[in-house]
């Protein structure tokens, strides 16, 4: 047999095993993705949930609501230990919301912190901390990646329920600016945060700010509460008379106050592969209502799940 031949017989042998290998690849992404999302979320297993950990939730009491927030494992731990002090000492208890800016945050602090003559005291906690913008990539665990590109950066995908991305060249890990996203502010230094002011996205995904903020974790119910805020009438969203804004009743850790008056809430792992079938039902819709199916997604517009504990 000309050796030429028996080249070009296996190019197409092999060309034919890519192609079924391709085939069978795509079936698969087919099969999942014409699952709905209420499919995926009826179909999906406990072992595919995870309660909250009291260790790292806090909840923020409003006015007219609760704010339940998950603190991220492995990111900011600075920032995270002196926030647990302050909600220790209650120190954000009747602070104000200071910014409401439309489409973009919700912030509360101390009015007066600039001023050490009138600043709430802090009592045991410290002042400002190096920034924590991102992690060494080798500790962070979980990663399950979105699997399409994104602008900001050269990775996205999920760590422990929380949104983030990754650089291989540098080897670093952050977590992005996604709606629910919770931020230690700070002034233009760096190393000017304290986790004093808080803030939380209300609105577009504000990627910008990845690794130029610290984020410590993300808000699990009550995000309408949050977003529905009256917006300042300042500059940036600032109010005029913070006095006048929805004060902050209180801001604890769940460990500190009674079972009883906890969400008994559950967060999809997003390490599971109900979560890869949620990925692939957001990016390609089969409800009947949608006539196009996109075929891709961006990174914040993959929600990850949240519901009340099965009994």
């Avoid at 087919?30 to 072992?47: C, G, H, I, R, Y």
């Avoid at 300042?234 to 906890?262: C, H, Q, T, V, W």
């Avoid at 999809?268 to 692939?280: E, L, N, Q, V």
């Amino acid at each position: 047999m000309p050796r030429s031949f028996s080249r070009m017989r296996l190019a197409v042998t092999l060309g034919l095993l890519l192609g079924s290998l391709t085939n069978r690849a795509a079936d698969s992404e087919k099969l999942s993705a014409a699952l709905t999302s209420a499919e995926v979320l009826a179909q999906s297993p406990d072992s595919d949930w995870r309660l909250l950990d009291p260790e790292r939730t806090a909840y923020l009491d409003l006015p007219h609501g609760q704010v339940v927030i998950e603190l991220a494992p492995g990111f900011a731990p600075r920032h995270q230990a002196q926030l647990r002090q302050l909600l220790t000492q209650h120190y954000f208890d009747q602070l104000p919301i200071l910014r409401v800016q439309d489409n973009y945050v919700v912030q509360w602090g101390d009015p007066q912190a600039s001023d050490p003559a009138r600043a709430k005291s802090r009592g045991d906690a410290g002042g400002r901390l190096n920034a924590e913008f991102d992690i060494d990539s080798a500790t962070a665990l979980h990663f399950t990646p979105l699997g399409d590109r994104d602008v900001y950066a050269e990775q996205v995908g999920f760590i422990d329920g929380f949104h983030a991305a990754r650089d291989a060249v540098s080897g670093r890990t952050w977590l992005t600016h996604c709606y629910g996203a919770l931020g230690a502010g700070r002034d233009n230094a760096a190393d000017s945060g304290s986790a004093a002011e808080l803030y939380v996205v209300i609105g577009h995904a504000p990627r910008h700010l990845d690794r130029n903020v610290t984020l410590l974790g993300r808000v699990v119910k009550g995000m309408e509460l949050l977003a529905s805020l009256p917006r300042g009438s300042e500059a940036m969203g600032f109010l005029a008379d913070p006095a006048k804004g929805s004060p902050i009743r209180r801001f604890r850790l769940a460990n500190d106050i009674a079972e009883s008056e906890r969400s008994a809430l559950q967060v999809m792992r997003t390490d599971s592969p109900s979560f890869r079938a949620w990925i692939a039902s957001r990016r390609s819709r089969h409800e009947e209502w949608f006539v196009n199916p996109v075929g891709r997604i961006e990174l914040c517009n993959v929600q990850v799940p949240v519901r009340e504990a099965r009994p």
